[in-house]
């Protein structure tokens, strides 16, 4: 059985950073393309970051480009989103998922609710103007 959980969130002004943390039991980690997506209130769920098993190959939302950083440490089951330059348009829960259907090459293909088969149940992150 394969758990997500997910870490981190909080109040936070504009302009400031957060981690985000997701640790993952069950399973090989290092053999899972983790993602994280965040849904507003009103809002589809949002692709937000991908990472490849090995952590070579990152993919980002457009929104989020150049602002959130998406990492992981396979020796502690653990993927980590870096969140900096936070606007009001970033409140959201921020869920952290697990795929295991193989690796991804596209960021079409990484960017997929569907293809991640493990969820967290979410972390909310609230920016203040």
């Known amino acids: 059985q394969v758990r997500v959980v997910e870490s981190g969130g909080g109040l936070v002004q504009a302009g400031g950073s957060l981690r985000l943390s997701c640790e993952v039991s069950?399973?090989?980690?290092?053999?899972?393309?983790m993602g994280w997506f965040r849904q507003a209130p009103g809002k589809d769920r949002e692709f937000v970051a991908s990472i490849t098993w090995s952590g070579s190959r990152s993919y980002y939302g457009d929104s989020v480009k150049g602002r959130f950083t998406i990492s992981r440490d396979n020796a502690k089951n653990t993927v980590f989103l870096q969140i900096n330059s936070l606007k009001p348009e970033d409140t959201a829960v921020y869920f952290c998922?697990?795929?295991?259907?193989?690796?991804?090459?596209?960021?079409?293909?990484?960017?997929?609710?569907?293809?991640?088969?493990?969820w967290g149940q979410g972390t909310q992150v609230t920016v203040s103007s």
């Open positions: 998922a697990a795929s295991t259907s193989g690796p991804v090459v596209t960021e079409e293909a990484a960017s997929l609710s569907s293809r991640y088969e493990y």
């Open positions: 069950g399973g090989t980690f290092s053999r899972y393309v």
